[in-house]
């Protein structure tokens, strides 16, 4: 059996994804799909929409015959951290390739972008040092050096301001320096962009546009054009035990809490809170009644939301810059769910896989492990606090199976 | 003018109360009553009530003529720290005299008390190692080597079983170590126990009973006739605004957030929390869904309910062990409110003494009034999560004037 792999966070599931699943298995010929997806901290820095084990079955419903948790450390880290341990559990659990999405849907200029700074790495490094010291912005001289080290080789270059795109270049870059290796693939996103709002002409949105429109409407059935009819089931049973959907304004109580429980030398110690903010922090967590009004304080040039976000996600869940810098790959391959044809796959390889699959969590004493599972216990916290109900432990809840 | 300092938490202001302070203006001839009065968090480690403006206000209104804040670190602090912080705040303002409750009120049994322990220190320490060696507990270890100090000097001594007794022995203790000497005198307790449940012939009962009867009964007119009329329009004016009356149950979303965000390890950072109990404290936290469950879990003979308690109080401000032993005597003197008399007061003496008065925090580099003002941010993050609303802040709070 032959397994195409993907790098998800779900939230929610949409038709894009479906479109997205459907064509990495054609265009891999594979038989299996294996999702390697992000727990209750994503990638911007957020809490999940709703949790992992709903977004779980949505996958298993659609196409995905495993999913493989992505732990915390990687969830919620910066690209090249999270792109790193997503493509090292695909190759943990054999995928023969990977496939992401991107605006222009051919591999090649991704090859070409991640040759080309490879080859000319410490030039590039040069090339943003001088940049940085013309004064301009790091965003900015990165850019700068991009385009002015293309010159030197010119090709097809993927335009590395798109963030699907620095995704996928990550991605690459991961693989690449894997010893066994895993081919990437990329497929055209159709329709709609990473952040575009939903257009009701389409049956494709983004995810943040369906998360939009789920929080300012209030209500689903705005969204249901833009999802299978078992993804919005999902959400369905979702809203109906909790009550509400997930975001930073939900849990922003326990958040102001664990902002302001702290001195401001504190705050320095958790991941990712760089030096500096940490008074701007601690001052208008103080002064602020909800995380709209908070993140309006406090962002300013220096920090993009998303980075913004992360230091809050870290904060929130008191995971220190130690605790997240410890690891630098996966540990154990962690099932949330699986098809019976997943099954079937696992039954066949799981003996050679190099980590250890874990399918259940009695108790643990890898130290990664143990973050995730933290990690949902604080999720879990900020869902109670909305909606007096739990989620599902991650001690005593068995993999999905459909 | 003359002064005569009490110590008090007023939880709430009760008659009991008012019989004490008319009795210690009578019994030492004073012109003046100062109060220093615990703030947000108090002795059995628990959060007050009702905020200290509140409770300000109740003691201006029935008789006391200054109200100073006790400083977190004492106001939570053991009974020897407790009493060492409130007895030099009222050697500080000048005090001549202080008067507690007792159940005999003799002050004599007290001063014997004192002058035996102090005569035969070490006889006291080596009979207390000799008990505990004996494999008895340490509390049973204090009361045999007492028991067995006492028939050195025949004479009338206290019960030191008794909480408000043991309060008392270390105000003296505390004034015997003062340079400028302040004279103890003790008031009788009238009618109530210290922790008795109200009686409905009596007028006056426990603050504890009290307490009870509001959490109990939620509704306040069953407690009227055990509190002056104007304590009573403080805790209407209270409820009103805020809903309810604080206790740890209505903090418990934000306290058991506060245990479980910490590892275990972490946990032991903090204030009082003992070595062995971090893990149990982490485990029931996961695993309860209320205060009263959570203690039910962690209670042993072990531990007694204030000490735990205490714990608590300090992870949930986050103050540590290092902050808290950071001090062995207060800095200043916070004034949270006055009579006109007790201005008069102020405008004659102040000048002479020993600490700063501070009447108004813009802002302070005192690390001991930074922590004041902490716990008070932190009582007020609890009181919004139930009510929405929060308490009138440290920094732009005048003291009450009546």
Not at 207 to 235: C, M, N
């Amino acid at each position: 059996m032959k397994a195409v792999g993907v790098v998800v966070e779900y939230n929610p599931f949409h038709n894009g994804h479906y479109h997205h699943i459907e064509q990495a298995k054609k265009v891999t010929n594979a038989d299996v799909v294996i999702a390697v997806m992000s727990g209750h901290f994503l990638q911007r820095g957020e809490p999940a929409l709703i949790d992992k084990w709903h977004r779980a079955k949505m996958a298993l419903q659609n196409g995905v015959d495993l999913v493989i948790e992505l732990p915390y450390i990687f969830s919620t880290g910066q690209a090249t951290h999270f792109a790193k341990g997503a493509i090292e559990l695909l190759a943990a659990v054999h995928c023969e390739s990977f496939a992401f999405g991107s605006e222009q849907g051919n591999i090649e200029p991704f090859l070409n972008t991640q040759s080309l700074l490879n080859d000319y790495r410490d030039e590039y490094n040069n090339l943003i040092k001088y940049f940085v010291s013309t004064g301009i912005s790091y965003p900015q001289a990165l850019h700068a050096a991009y385009e002015q080290l293309k010159l030197k080789r010119p090709q097809n270059y993927i335009d590395l301001g798109m963030p699907n795109n620095i995704l996928g270049f990550h991605y690459i870059e991961a693989a690449y320096r894997l010893k066994h290796k895993i081919m990437p693939v990329t497929i055209k996103r159709i329709q709609a962009g990473f952040h575009d709002d939903i257009n009701s002409q389409l049956t494709i949105a983004s995810a943040t546009g369906i998360r939009k429109e789920l929080f300012d409407r209030e209500s689903l059935h705005h969204i249901s054009q833009y999802v299978p009819a078992s993804s919005y089931a999902q959400l369905e049973a979702w809203i109906l035990n909790y009550q509400c959907f997930i975001q930073w304004e939900t849990f922003w109580p326990l958040l102001q809490f664990s902002i302001i429980r702290n001195t401001p030398e504190e705050l320095t110690r958790f991941a990712d809170v760089s030096e500096g903010i940490e008074f701007a922090l601690v001052k208008h967590g103080k002064n602020s009644d909800s995380f709209a009004q908070f993140m309006s304080l406090i962002k300013s040039k220096r920090y993009t939301w998303t980075r913004l976000q992360r230091m809050l996600t870290h904060i929130y869940t008191g995971i220190t810059k130690e605790q997240l810098h410890a690891f630098t790959s996966p540990t154990y391959i962690r099932l949330l769910g699986m098809s019976s044809n997943g099954q079937a796959y696992l039954s066949a390889n799981k003996k050679n896989f190099e980590l250890p699959l874990i399918s259940r969590v009695a108790s643990t004493k890898d130290p990664m492990l143990a973050l995730d599972i933290h990690a949902s216990d604080m999720y879990s916290l900020g869902v109670q606090l909305a909606s007096n109900k739990k989620i599902e432990g991650d001690y005593n809840t068995p993999p999905i199976r459909i």
